[in-house]
């Protein structure tokens, strides 16, 4: 019974029925996908019911795989998508479930040979290849890794990375495990001047726990103010400075929040960690 309830509290809750797509993820869908205008939504819909007999979560639920986050962030135009067209940069979604964002990228001309992926599973990836249509074409590695293991295989990934990508992941945490992610994102990263951690999650106003949506345990979400003193205290450990920046986003309250969430002020964070020496 504890299953069904937990397998039926998402579906209830957090499944829109109508999805829908922006300008920019349409013209991704036409241009790089090569899907035609009127087949995009049924399309979209039919991966979408795919994924969520595999995972109801409220991200797929909610149709948030199709924004294609990466390209909404502050710097995006302005530093990620010019250092990546580069050709000698490298750049790592972190909880990259479809790897929309790799694809978002992609279709904006860098190498997909420099881009990685890794979660914790990549039973979406596939629905990420019908998703794009880019089976036959796209050069990306994926890694199927557990963060919180050392020795998994995101190890042969350390000190590569230019660019991390962690949006929506670590607000999924506790604040201690949250700075054990923290010390691995460091380990990962090239260790140069400007490697950049970036992407965008859930945040209060109010910093502090937050209750998971199926009422079991407690996950930590952040303004910048806490987050920019996390990103200090795992610095300070080897050495390392960083600057935090960010910006919140007020969120409409839908009506499937907690009162706890609520009442603390729920917002989305999206922010850019860089480090400085």
């Known amino acids: 019974m504890a299953e069904t309830a937990q397998t039926e509290f998402p579906k209830r809750q957090w499944f829109n029925a109508d999805l829908t797509v922006s300008d920019s993820t349409r013209q991704v869908l036409t241009t790089y996908s090569k899907i035609p205008a009127d087949q995009i939504l049924s399309h979209v819909h039919a991966v979408r019911e ?26 995006y135009q302005a530093e990620i998508l010019p250092r990546m ?38 039973d979406l990836i596939g629905l990420g290849y019908e998703l794009f249509q880019d089976k036959e074409t796209l050069k990306s590695k994926f890694i199927a890794a557990d963060i919180f293991d050392a020795d998994s295989q995101l190890k042969e990934l350390e000190g590569t990375i230019d660019i991390i990508d962690a949006s929506s992941f670590f607000h999924l945490f506790g604040l201690e495990e949250q700075k ?32 998971n949506r199926l009422g079991v345990g407690n996950k930590y979400w952040h303004n910048i103010e806490s987050w920019r003193k996390l ?21 409409a309250n839908t009506g499937r929040e907690s009162t706890a969430v609520v ?11 860089r480090r400085m020496n």
């Open 50 to 75: 795919k994924a969520w007999a595999v995972h109801p979560y409220p991200c797929i639920g909610q149709g948030r795989f199709l924004e294609l986050a990466i390209g909404q962030h502050e710097l």
């Open 231 to 251: 990103w200090d205290e795992v610095g300070d450990e080897v050495g390392v400075q960083f600057q935090v920046e960010g910006r919140s986003k007020p969120i």
């Open 85 to 122: 067209r580069q050709g000698e940069q490298t750049y790592l979604d972190l909880g990259c479930a479809f790897a929309q964002n790799i694809r978002r990228l992609v279709a904006d001309g860098v190498d997909s040979g420099k881009c990685y992926g890794a979660d914790i599973t990549l």
């Open 180 to 211: 054990t992610i923290a010390r691995a994102v460091m380990k990962l990263m090239t260790g140069r001047k400007d490697s950049l951690v970036v992407g965008r999650q859930a945040g209060t106003v109010k910093n502090g726990l937050a209750p």
């Open 263 to 273: 009442d603390a002020g729920w917002s989305m964070l999206e922010f850019s960690v």
